[in-house]
């Protein structure tokens, strides 16, 4: 069945291409789309179109689980019902590296199509009001992480002209709670047959899609549960090569995680306090696999018996899509974000095990006893 899946897939897909060639257009693309379709119908009906509200809505899931592709694939599909429209990509960076006022000119610029200087971080001349006010715009400002960020650029936003929607992304629900979103979307992870489908698009030329392979893209289809960067990372990394390298590229993954996932996958990580790293890395390393209670973890990880600060920490883990609670309250962690805490604890010490703060692996923990290497 799996075989039959994949074999239709690149048949589809060849049969499209020969026919849209035909007609003198590009071959079909669909690297942005695999997977997200309902999602992105979903999210037109948290929109209401219809409704002459100003709406706000949030875009929220863990690192490379697509977020910003879902709002690029809205964007592109309704700027064009809008007075104004802009798209600010990597919002995070771009205010810490050139602050708020350089934000407000970029996106006040690109809603009036003319150059826009901003005085002060606070506050809007009665220009930009005027202007901005007798337009229905449509906002999309990626990857957040200011609480303020709307009151920052808006003041209140309710003077947008009625009609007018901002998009907010963020790996942080909290950000969105904040900022008084009207609705917020989480972003889950792709199907199999989704999974497979995006791989196989930047592993293999179509037109050639070679189905001897199809064992070793299951393998890698396993290994990235779902997360369309992981899979679109391996994909490249992997096309074009022969199975000998497949197969040591995977190899490879059991033990050191691809450099590029997991620097994407650190920055929700680096986005903690001291005690919530400490938090993460433990449940990491010692206690999700346990299938252990919420109250259970609790008592485990508390400093003293007057130290609180655990469930605020589990918390916000919870609110930086970095952990899930189910309905029995059990915690879990995505494969890829553990293998991202193994990582940042390997990294402490890459030769000496012995100096990490956690040890996990079974050989690790061997050798540390059998020389004696604990540090103390």
Known sequence: MYRTEV???????????????????????????????????YLESLLLQESTDVRVIGIWGMGGIGKTTIAEEIFNKLYSKYD????????????RGHGTISLKEKMFSMLLAENVKVNTANGLSNYIKRKIGRMKVLIVLDDVNDSDLLEKLFGNHGWLRQGSRIIITTRDKQVLIANKVDDIYQVGALKSSEAIELFSLYAFNQNNFDMEYYKLSKRVVNYAKGI??????????????DKEVWESQLDKLKNMPNTDVHNAMKLSYDDLDRKEQKIFLNLACFFVQLNLKVDRIKDLLKDGERDNSVIVGIERLKDKALIT???????????????????????????DP??????????????????NKVKA
Do not use: Y
């Not at 239709?8 to 079909?28: A, K, M, S, T």
């Not at 012995?354 to 020389?371: A, K, M, T, W």
């Open 7 to 41: 074999e239709l897939l690149g048949e589809v897909i060849n049969i499209i291409n020969l026919v849209l060639r035909r007609l003198g257009e590009h071959p079909l693309n669909l690297k942005g789309v695999v997977g997200i379709e309902k999602q992105v119908q």
């Open 84 to 95: 104004g429209h802009c798209f600010l990509a990597n919002v995070k960076e771009e205010t």
């Open 228 to 241: 369309p960067l992981v899979l679109k990372v391996l994909g490249h990394l992997l096309c074009g090569k």
């Open 325 to 351: 609670i189910s309905e029995d309250n059990v915690i879990s962690m995505h494969d890829i974000i553990q293998e991202m805490a193994w990582e940042i604890v390997r990294h402490e010490s890459i030769e």
């Open 354 to 371: 012995g100096s990490r703060s956690r040890l996990r692996d079974v050989d690790d923990i061997h050798e540390v006893l059998q020389n």
